[in-house]
């Protein structure tokens, strides 16, 4: 098979940010439409309106501006990479580029936790952060929690129990 190399968005942020939330690298279905988690089976959305009151049926911009609102910064670990279809499995490791978290932490410093939409974007982020401590205490005191991916390759946790999971996000807002 050949890999395709493929790009993530800049991040989702203004100065009111105070959870982050990581995905891997956005699928074929976000990368198509240039949105972030526009798979229509993927729980993204439906947690963050059920979290957030919103409807989900808003526009991409609006769902966006409702995030930023609540406190809430959407990026992916990867800047890029190399990957065949749309699965975190699929990334080729060593054509990992990360995404620059010491610049962006520095610009939005009120950014307290982390919460990382799967297992990759976890062990990627912490991995990096761990370097980043460092550099820059404030990678000491910042909270980083995996959650379950809200992708609909990840069918064996329902709903339900995602969203009993993704609440934890509320504690820092």
């Not at 990581?22 to 699928?27: D, E, F, N, R, T």
Request: overall charge neutral; glycine content about 4%.
């Amino acid at each position: 098979m050949v890999e395709a190399r493929v790009s993530s968005f800049a991040p989702v942020v203004d100065e009111r940010a105070r959870v982050l939330i990581l995905g891997s690298m956005p699928g074929i279905a976000s990368l198509s439409a240039q949105e972030y988690y526009a798979h229509p089976r993927n729980a993204f959305w439906p947690i963050m309106g059920t979290l957030f009151q919103f409807d989900v049926t808003l526009g991409y911009s609006a769902r966006l501006e409702k995030l930023k609102a609540s406190g809430v910064a959407l990026w992916d670990v990867l800047q890029q990479c190399e990957r065949d279809g749309s699965l975190d499995s699929s990334i080729v490791t060593s054509s990992q580029q990360l995404n620059s978290f010491a610049a962006f932490f520095q610009a939005y410093p009120g950014i307290q936790a982390v919460f990382c939409n799967g297992n990759k974007a976890y062990q990627e982020f912490t991995r990096e952060a761990q370097r980043l401590k460092t550099e820059d205490s404030r990678f000491e005191a910042l909270h980083i929690q995996s959650l379950p991916s809200t992708s609909p390759a990840h069918a064996s946790m329902t709903f339900e129990k995602k969203l009993i999971e993704w609440r934890s996000l509320l504690l820092f807002l």
